[in-house]
């Protein structure tokens, strides 16, 4: 939040009150805490965690960029990456045969009330970390999509995805919201005319990056590597040193502890 500030003119974190009153004590001029996300109690974190990032695009009337928690933009972001209608981190092609057309071919078997622009067979996803959408309205409709054919699903077919994706996949990692969050979004883009589409990485750099070489130098994505904590201590001293003053108040919090997403 606090980097990205240095090269954005507005920046607005969406939260909820667990969440604002720890990070209300940010606001300023170009930092806005919003306590937003409070209507998902309900909802089984464990098939649906990505669905509030989703929903939170919806929150925006003007032509914007998200980026998830565990993106650390030190470095200005290249000027091109906001020249079409749609920017995004990557597309992920590496994964699609490990995990996402069994994804899909579980969604396909087994549940029938589908989006008319769905498509099986596109061998692509895109990784959603960042997000640039230069018209708001195609978020919106992106998120009434995925709430009504993959959030607001029968519960026959949620209990599907928890007793029988996972030994499809063969993996410990939730993968489901991968399915309505990063393929899905992929479809609908894909339906529109006349788009144009930038990625931060190319898949060439992506391939790079997958073998350890560190290509784009400024913009850090963690993922899995969120809760190591080599990688922890270094966000910790670069929050030190160049933020100092909200280190001071960010200890005064005395948090026990928080969990990344």
Known sequence: MLWSAKWFEKVELNTDEYGYNIFKYFENSKIKIKNTLNDFEKLDPYLFWAYPKIYSLTLQDE???????DIFIFRRLPEDLFSGDFGFQNLEIAHYERAYSK???FYDKNYSFKPSVWSNNLKTAINCG????????????????????????DDKFA??????????????????????????????????????????????????????QSIIQGYVHLIEDKNNPYYINNVNQRFMLEFPEEWKIFNKLDLKWILII
């Open 63 to 69: 032509p914007f960029i998200h980026i998830d928690g």
């Open 103 to 105: 994804l899909i071919n």
């Open 130 to 153: 960042l997000m640039y959408f230069k018209n708001p309205i195609l978020a919106k409709n992106f998120h009434k999509d995925v709430k009504k054919y993959f959030i607001d699903i």
């Open 159 to 212: 209990t599907q995805l928890k007793t029988e994706l996972q030994d499809v996949i063969k993996t410990t990692y939730i993968t489901y919201p991968l399915l309505f969050e990063q393929y899905y979004l992929n479809c609908f883009i894909n339906s529109l005319e006349n788009k144009k589409i930038n990625y931060l990485l190319s898949n060439e750099q992506v391939e790079k990056e997958e073998k350890g």
